[in-house]
């Protein structure tokens, strides 16, 4: 059995979960940056942190599909 | 600066004669000389794994003899009967197993990249239906491959810009000047912004060199990756697997009490414990694992998508999806190049946050 299609729609699932939450990283951080643009440097290296975080959960799914 | 220059030019000039030498030799015969069916996935594959050669192109002449220009490296293998050298021009780029090369009384072929050693009698590569060699055994293969290569190209890039910068910041205590000017910037940078506010004040020289090391092995090895033809290396699964494990090895051994309370006395109900327990050792695990797998799909995933891009021209078999395909590997490649940096700047950032984690004072 051909598991490729499933495998090309698991790694959309992971694109779209790990989009909603840089996107809201992002976001949240924009806002922020907004509010105290003093702590802009603060706020970037968290942010940076927390998107490599959700982007190696994505990564693992990516690499999953890759393997089928 | 000017001998390095010319150390650089002269190894292209050297490089170069070599890559002459091997277009001049005789490709053997394709014997279907029909339209081949274009293969992406099988491209793609080719391009993102190691190899023993530096392959740049193809071309066929008017004979219809396909001619490969590549630049060979040597192949080094440890047989029963000892070590066995050669170039890997002498496969004259079959990979299917069925060129075989005589070495000093053993018969090697390549297929899919790796070399193995026949059987007495045996012509040609076998394989059961589990794709087990039914007739070869596959020697310990210690060659310089491209990803070799292009490490050792790396660390000698490293050591002499790096050695010239040191050289330039003792002589000159002054303002920085020359290669210094370019390299301090960036490693103030890690001090300050990566490893001091990470590790903290207190005991943030010991991890200095290892993090600047590993930042500047990962950036340099991302932009060589980038070149076209050049070896994939912070892509290559191994190679990410032992930059993490550093990460790990200093994490743990520079690790004071109360991390280890943390993971063996939880502050939470003893009840707890036989969840809690495994999971903090896993978590010691874990942590590298992702550092392991970020930098190796972030490289990969970016590899392919440029090549899947160049494919397309190909797939619908028309020039007019050039132009889009070509705009779109430009902006991707331009991204790359950020990739580059940020994903050498996320492994110190993390290893930092990491090794800071494990030496932080309880309070």
Redo the contacts between chains.
């Keep these: 059995m051909d598991f490729g299609a499933f495998a090309a729609i698991g790694a959309g699932l992971a694109a779209i979960g790990a989009g909603i939450g840089i996107g809201n990283i992002g976001g949240s951080a924009m806002e922020a940056i907004a509010r105290q643009p003093e702590a802009t440097s603060k706020i970037q290296t968290n942010m940076i942190i927390a998107a490599a975080l959700i982007e190696g959960v994505a990564l693992f799914a990516v690499v999953v599909a890759l393997m089928k | 600066m000017k001998k390095l220059l010319r150390e650089v030019i002269f190894s292209i000039v050297v490089l170069l004669s070599c890559v002459n030498a091997k277009a001049a030799e005789k490709e053997h015969n394709n014997n279907n000389n029909n339209e081949e069916e274009f293969n992406s996935v099988e491209m793609i594959m080719h391009h993102i794994s190691d190899a023993h050669d530096f392959h740049f192109f193809d071309y066929t002449d008017e004979a219809g003899v396909k001619h490969a220009v590549s630049l060979p490296l040597p192949i080094i293998l440890f047989t029963d009967n000892g070590l066995t050298c050669f170039m890997s021009c002498a496969f004259h780029h079959n990979d299917d197993g069925t060129y075989v090369v005589s070495k000093n009384g053993e018969n090697f072929v390549k297929y899919h990249e790796k070399i193995y050693q026949l059987n007495e009698g045996a012509s040609s590569l076998e394989f059961d239906e589990h794709h087990h060699p039914l007739n070869a055994v596959k020697p310990i293969d210690i060659s310089i491959t491209k990803n070799v290569f292009s490490m050792l190209l790396s660390v000698v890039l490293l050591l002499s810009l790096f050695g010239a910068a040191g050289r330039s910041a003792r002589k000159n205590p002054g303002a920085p000047k020359g290669i210094l000017a370019f390299l301090e910037p960036i490693v103030v940078f890690i001090r300050e ?1 990566i490893i001091i ?1 990470n590790v903290g004040e207190k005991k943030h020289k010991k991890y200095i060199p290892y993090l600047v090391t590993v930042f500047f092995f990962i950036f340099f090895n991302n932009l060589l990756g980038l070149i076209p033809s050049g070896a994939n290396l912070t892509g290559n699964i191994a190679v990410t697997l032992v930059l993490s494990v550093f990460t790990l090895l200093i994490t743990n051994f520079s690790a004071n009490k109360d991390y280890w309370k943390h993971i063996f006395l939880p502050p939470v109900p003893k009840a707890l414990y036989p969840i809690m327990v495994p999971i903090e050792i896993i978590g010691i695990l874990t942590k590298p694992f ?1 550092l392991m ?2 930098l ?3 490289i990969t ?1 970016g590899h392919i998508i440029i090549l899947s891009l160049i494919s397309l021209i190909f797939v619908f078999k028309s020039i007019f999806i050039a132009p889009v395909s070509v705009g779109f590997v430009l902006f991707m490649y331009t991204l790359e190049l950020l990739v580059a940096l ?1 994903q050498a ?2 492994f110190t ?2 290893s930092a ?1 990491f090794i800071g984690q494990a030496i932080q004072e309880h309070h």
Aim: glycine residues 0%.
């Design positions: 912004d506010p992702a797998i970020r190796f799909a972030n995933a940020l700047y996320i950032l993390l946050l």
